[in-house]
């Protein structure tokens, strides 16, 4: 008998502060990996799947009622339960690499620091959610909230989070750069203040540095 034995592929996410271009990033990144003849699923958090996608929904809704943060973070873990069952955890399983727009440090970030849920609670439902599954790299567009609320705003963007104080953004960048310094081997910290190609070279040489790719 024949054994076929597939090596997992590797799960890449990009994380930022409103207003970082982590979509252009993600694409640049999808193409990359492309080029090397690697099999990708480009995809995003909260989301992912068609039922995490209506978890998104709510999540991003404005209720009259409000929503607090503790409705907030498990409907952004039942989410993401959803996205690693239908789309995360078949992907790797082939051997597909999985770029993903936003991860579980956004929880860290947002939910722990900025809804001050606390990390230990996020630590929880992370192990509850992901096992030992974590992300191979973590790309951080690190951009001051100033300036990144002021591009989102110029790009018409408007959900709940953007909306949020500078005092909220200040305490996602502070977590991601913490987590980020806490884990160097996995985490790379990008200056997304730079111009465009500036950042995407910066990615890319990051990836290269990493998982061992050249660099388009
Ligand atoms: P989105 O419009 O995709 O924002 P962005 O383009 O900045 O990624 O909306 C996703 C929002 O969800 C984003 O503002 C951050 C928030 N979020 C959390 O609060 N916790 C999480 O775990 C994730 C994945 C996202």
Redesign the pocket.
């Known amino acids: 008998m024949t054994e076929v034995t597939t090596t997992r592929g590797r799960l890449i996410v990009l994380e930022g502060g409103?207003g970082a271009g982590?979509?252009t990033q993600v694409r640049a990144v999808v193409a990359a990996l492309e080029a090397q003849g690697r099999r990708v699923l480009q995809t995003?958090?909260?989301g992912g799947s068609p039922l995490a996608e209506a978890i998104r929904a709510l999540v991003?809704g404005d209720w009259d009622e409000g929503i607090d943060g503790n409705t907030e973070a498990l409907l952004?873990f039942a989410a993401r339960a959803a996205h690693l069952h239908a789309r995360i955890g078949p992907a790797l399983q082939s051997g597909c690499d999985v770029v993903c727009?936003?991860?579980v440090d956004?929880?860290y970030a947002?939910?722990g620091a900025g809804r001050g849920l606390g990390m230990a609670r996020i630590a929880e439902l992370e192990r509850w959610t992901l096992g030992e599954l974590r992300p191979d790299l973590v790309l951080l567009l690190d951009i001051e909230p100033e300036l990144g609320l002021k591009r989102a705003k110029s790009r018409g963007?408007a959900?709940r989070?953007?909306a949020e104080t500078l005092e909220f953004a200040s305490k996602v960048r502070q977590t991601y750069l913490l987590r980020a310094a806490a884990n160097p081997n996995r985490y790379e910290l990008i200056d997304a203040s730079q111009p465009l190609e500036q950042v995407q070279s910066a990615v890319l040489a990051a990836l290269t540095r990493h998982l061992g790719l050249v660099a388009a």
């Open positions: 409103e982590k979509s995003r958090e909260p991003l952004i727009d936003r991860f956004a929880s947002y939910q963007d959900n989070f953007e």
